[in-house]
């Protein structure tokens, strides 16, 4: 170690080498995946895809430094409110607009937007159970 050189940069270098690693996994698998089953190779395009994910897996668990800091964690829960706002508004007024229409013209609103706007209250139900499961959890 050179007298610049600290441990705290090679602690914040070996972090960003790891998560490149790791989201690097993931977009190879990802873009490998969709290659593959463009040429008509499905089921080893999903080999790959689950290649990828356990890549990321275990680079995020086997790492000998944190990856992730308060800064990250804040800008994440940040990024989740603001999701789950925007998703609140377009399934409130979606779901609005859509019974509306329904109701008041001879318009069928497709199933897939029905589709759509059940996957949003899915999230919902999803947050609700993840929110009781951290605060009542022993």
Not at 6 to 34: E, K, N, Q
Not at 66 to 76: G, I, N, Q, V, Y
Not at 101 to 126: I, K
Request: charged share 15%.
């Amino acid at each position: 170690m050179t007298s610049t050189e600290s441990p705290t940069t090679d602690r914040l270098s070996s972090r960003r080498r790891y998560r490149r690693l790791m989201f690097g996994s993931i977009a190879a698998a990802v873009v490998s995946a969709l290659a593959l089953r463009n040429l008509g190779y499905p089921l080893l395009s999903e080999g790959v895809y689950w290649v990828g994910i356990l890549a990321f897996l275990a680079v995020w668990w086997g790492s000998p430094v944190s990856l992730f800091d308060e800064r990250d964690r804040a800008l994440e829960r940040r990024a989740s409110q603001l999701t789950l706002t925007v998703a609140a508004v377009v399934l409130v007024l979606g779901a609005s607009a859509a019974r509306l229409l329904t109701e008041a013209t001879s318009y069928a609103v497709p199933t897939v937007v029905w589709g759509a706007l059940y996957g949003y209250v899915g999230l919902f139900a999803a947050f609700a159970v993840a929110y009781l499961w951290v605060r009542y959890r022993p």
